[in-house]
Structures are given as structure tokens and as C-alpha cells.
């Protein structure tokens, strides 16, 4: 049983549509993350919260909103997407150790496959 | 900014043969982290193996080895004994150590395996 758990596993939606993403660890890290990954593409990081701040906006659309309200949970709420918005959705979690900065290697979820009419 | 690149799309390999991965990569950093995450069609991304930069000494777990060689910036992946189990995306992935770095990973776009019975 994976320690990051993600839901909805997989989702389709409308362009017009709201919805959530819903990520939760249950391993005690303080860092986690949201991914984009699609096809023939490398991962790209979405958004990194530390202690449940965000420390990292990797210039995302702000059609998706995250929302960390403790540090086990991760939410990545959508809003008006576009077909290209259409991917795997990966959440991950770390220990960060302070510093700023952490070796520690990134434990993901199984992902929720978006796909957007 | 940090790119990293795996040049083979696709690989297969014979169960009980041995198989390596290529993987460059491109950073002016001197301290960083490598990283080797396998992805099978269950989706979870799971960690292989990780290398420190500053170590000299290749690292090992089980079946999988790496070659890592830090003046040409290349870690290959070297997995002995192949298993059915091993087919799967695998995607190098590349992190500074540096404070403030916001614990970003670089993938690469991934290489499938296949492993054939």
C-alpha cells in the first residue's frame, strides 16, 4: 500500500466544470508536490508546500488553485481547464530537514488521470 | 538551468539478461542528487536508486547498479538479472543541493522497458 494516496483515480470533466484533486501522506513528511505528466513529456513540477507553505509556483496557470491545509493533505482544485490540461496528476511528499533545501527522496502517489471534453 | 536526458525511448531485454539505461545530464552545480524512479503501468512512481554528487563511489541496490561519471555528467542505470516485474518507464531525475533550491526535480522524458520471457 503506497504511503501517498491520491483521489479520484480518474476523472473527466468538462471544460466548464470544478472539481478537486485530493492527495494525503501518511508518512509524517512536512514537503509535498503536485506533477504534470504528460505523454512524451518529462514530469513538470506544479507547486511545492513546505510546512504548508507554498515555496513553489512553477509558473502555473492559475486555472489550477492548490490548497495545503495541513501537512498530509494536498488539494489541487481545477477550474475552466483546456484540452491540453489533460494528463496524469501526481502528488508526492518528502521530509524536508530544514535548510531550505532536502535530499530526501520524493514518495509519490499512484496519480489522477484528468481528462478534459 | 538543468536538463536532463535519457536518448533511448524504448528498450527490451530478455528475462535474466542484463540491461543499462543511459541517462546525461547538463548543470553547472557541483553539489546535486541523481535519481533513478521507475514507473510502472500501476502509476506509482517509485524510487530505484539515488547517487550523491560528492560521492565517488557507485551507488548499489540489490540488481540495480548505477555508472556514474561526473566530468561527462552521465548515470546510467545497470540492472542484473532482469525480471518480468522490472518492465516499466524509467525516468532519471536530477536535484540540486543547494538551500532554497525548493527540492526541485528535473526528469528526464523516460525510457520504457520491456522485459521479454
Known amino acids: 500500500e503506497t504511503g501517498v494516496t491520491q483521489t479520484p483515480r480518474h476523472l473527466v470533466m468538462g471544460m466548464t466544470n470544478k472539481k478537486s484533486l485530493k492527495c494525503e501522506q501518511h508518512?509524517?513528511?512536512?514537503?509535498m508536490y503536485w506533477y504534470k505528466q504528460s505523454a512524451k513529456k518529462p514530469l513538470e513540477l506544479m507547486f511545492v508546500?513546505?510546512?504548508?507553505?507554498?515555496?513553489e509556483n512553477n509558473s502555473v496557470p492559475s486555472r489550477f488553485s492548490p490548497e495545503c491545509p495541513n501537512s498530509s493533505h494536498l488539494f489541487l482544485h481545477l477550474h475552466t481547464l483546456q484540452p491540453e490540461d489533460s494528463a496524469l496528476y501526481l502528488c508526492?511528499?518528502?521530509?524536508?530537514?530544514?535548510?531550505?533545501?532536502?535530499?530526501?527522496?520524493?514518495?509519490f502517489g499512484d496519480g489522477t488521470r484528468l481528462s478534459i471534453l | 538551468a538543468q536538463t536532463v536526458t535519457q536518448s533511448q525511448p524504448e528498450m527490451s531485454v530478455q528475462e535474466a539478461e542484463t540491461v543499462t539505461l543511459s541517462c546525461t545530464y547538463d548543470?553547472?552545480?557541483?553539489?546535486?542528487?541523481l535519481f533513478w524512479y521507475k514507473q510502472p503501468p500501476s502509476r506509482q512512481m517509485i524510487l530505484v536508486i539515488r547517487?550523491?554528487?560528492?560521492?565517488?563511489q557507485n551507488a548499489t541496490e540489490n540488481r540495480f547498479s548505477v555508472n556514474f561519471q561526473k566530468a561527462a555528467k552521465s548515470f546510467s542505470l545497470k540492472i542484473s538479472d532482469s525480471q518480468l516485474g522490472d518492465t516499466a518507464m524509467y525516468f532519471c531525475?536530477?536535484?540540486?543541493?543547494?538551500?532554497?533550491?525548493?527540492?526541485?526535480?528535473?526528469f528526464g522524458k523516460g525510457t520504457l522497458l520491456t522485459v521479454n520471457p
Open positions: 508526492a511528499s518528502s521530509q524536508d530537514r530544514g535548510g531550505g533545501y532536502s535530499n530526501q527522496p520524493q514518495h
Open positions: 508518512l509524517g513528511h512536512n514537503a
Open positions: 508546500y513546505n510546512f504548508k507553505e507554498q515555496t
Open positions: 548543470t553547472s552545480e557541483n553539489n546535486y542528487y
Open positions: 547517487q550523491e554528487a560528492y560521492k565517488q
Open positions: 531525475a536530477f536535484m540540486k543541493a543547494v538551500e532554497g533550491s525548493n527540492y526541485k526535480l528535473t
